[in-house]
Structures are given as C-alpha cells and as structure tokens.
C-alpha cells in the first residue's frame, strides 16, 4: 500500500534522506523532479527539512555540517542514507560493532521522533539505523514520487548476507522473480524489502554504497527533466525484468535510480 499508517517492522528500509552542500538548490531539484513540498527547517532542527508528497513526508535533506554546527573541510561526497528501522538500536549498533561494522554517527535522540545512528558495514558501506519514537519514517511509499526500493551495492554479497542478518531481523534469499537470476532480496517476515547487487556489476570506482530507487510515472520524462535541471545521466532509461529504470546523479553528485515499475502503467 501507499500509504504507511504504522511502524515499519525491524530490518525494513523505513527512511531517507540527503547531505548535500547546498541545502536550498537540493529542495530546488527535488522538489522540481518529484513533486515534493519542503523549506530549510528551522535552526533548533539543524535546518532539516522534512519533504512531503500529498501532505505526507517521503524524504529528508540537510547541508552537510559536522556535530558541533561546522562545515565539513573536505566535503563529504552527496549521498543519500536510507535508514532501516529497529526496535532496539543500542543493541544493534552492539552487534554491528562485533561484526566489524563502524558506527560513524550516534546514537542519539531526535527530540521525540526517535533515535537514529548512521554506521557502515564491514565493506564500507554507509547505512542509518531509526529507532522510531513518535515518527515511523515515511509516510507514502511505492507511488510516483517515494522511494520504492533500497538496494546494497557490495563487493561481496554472501559476506554482506551473513552481516546484515547477524546485526538485524532479515534473511537473504535469490530472488524468486524471472529473469532476475542471480540477483539477492533482504527479506522481513517472509516480504522482500531491498535487494543486493554485486559491486563487480558497476563502473570502475564506484564504492560500496546503498543505493535509493524512487517510483515514477516515465523514467525517460524524468531523467529529461533531471538533465535539464542540471542532472547527470549514470546509466540511460533502459527495459529491465522489473520495468523500466534509470541512474542518476544530482547536480550536486548525489546517485539515486528512478523506476517505473512493470505492469503499473
């Protein structure tokens, strides 16, 4: 369903968001691209701003800055974090530490929404753990305009399997979809709920990383409109078994992959 009315189970990508050095031209695009209402947030928030669709909120952005309020020299590089939800974070950043994972931000309380904590898996790749208080995470998922799907991308995906399901409630198994052979689910309760692909399948140079799909009507009227906005095409519209997808990367480097999914035309 759209629409998300209660807390997402343990393990289930729950969230998004983006650090970007350019908070204001980051709403500008997404905005503009995904029909997303959002402002700068005010100061007690950090300047979060909490993006909506329809009313509802489906992502995050925020300028890159460091704890103390300072800005980050280097940059960090434009990425998006996709969160995955947790009943107990404490013991599960424990179980990250004892499985050669890095905890990199946190933990710590977000006024009364929840407790959140950014760590990377052994390969390097950075995730966000939200144990939700009175905010679940996103409120609309899987219709034009939300994200629909977070895939891993690693160098070593049984490895990455043993990780994930020792540090959170998730299995990993071969995807049972035609076509896609090959390719591996995370799954919760039985529902596949994100994906793992294998780094060797991508350019040179692309780091382990977690990568954001989000649902769109037309891939090939949005990366378009992304080009025109000052977007890079990283992997042209193209047919896959799941429809028809495309990678971007924002004009600020941040990657993210839009898909219209088969069969919801």
């Avoid at 909490?50 to 940059?75: E, H, S």
């Avoid at 996709?82 to 905890?103: F, N, P, Q, R, W």
């Avoid at 309380?109 to 144990?131: E, H, I």
């Avoid at 591996?184 to 780094?199: K, S």
Wanted: proline share 11%.
């Amino acid at each position: 369903m759209p629409d998300m009315n209660g807390p997402y189970k343990p393990g289930t990508p729950c969230w998004i968001d983006l650090m970007v050095p350019d908070q204001q031209a980051a709403l500008d695009f997404y905005c503009d691209l995904f029909g997303w209402q959002g402002e700068v947030g005010p100061p007690e928030q950090g300047g979060y701003s909490l993006c909506t669709l329809k009313g509802k909120p489906v992502a995050g952005i925020m300028k890159a800055m460091n704890p103390d309020g300072t800005v980050p020299d280097p940059m960090p590089p434009t990425a998006w974090t996709t969160y995955l939800s947790t009943d107990a974070i404490d013991s599960v950043l424990a179980s990250v530490t004892d499985a050669s994972g890095h905890v990199v931000v946190g933990p710590m309380d977000v006024m009364d929404l929840g407790r959140m904590a950014v760590v990377t898996d052994p390969a390097g790749a950075a995730f966000g753990l939200w144990q939700p208080g009175t905010f679940d995470g996103a409120a609309i998922v899987n219709e034009p305009g939300a994200l629909i799907w977070s895939e891993l991308v690693t160098p070593d995906p049984a490895a990455a399997s043993a990780f994930y399901s020792s540090v959170l409630p998730v299995t990993t198994a071969p995807s049972e979809m035609e076509g896609a052979e090959g390719y591996i689910e995370f799954r919760v309760a039985g529902r596949p709920v994100g994906g793992i692909m294998d780094l060797g399948m991508m350019p040179d140079g692309v780091p382990p990383h977690w990568q954001v799909y989000f649902n769109v009507d037309s891939v090939d009227d949005v990366q378009s409109a992304a080009v025109r906005a000052g977007a890079t095409v990283l992997a042209p519209a193209f047919d896959m078994v799941a429809g028809r997808m495309a990678v971007l990367a924002d004009p600020q480097g941040g990657s993210f992959a839009v898909i219209a999914p088969r069969g919801s035309a």
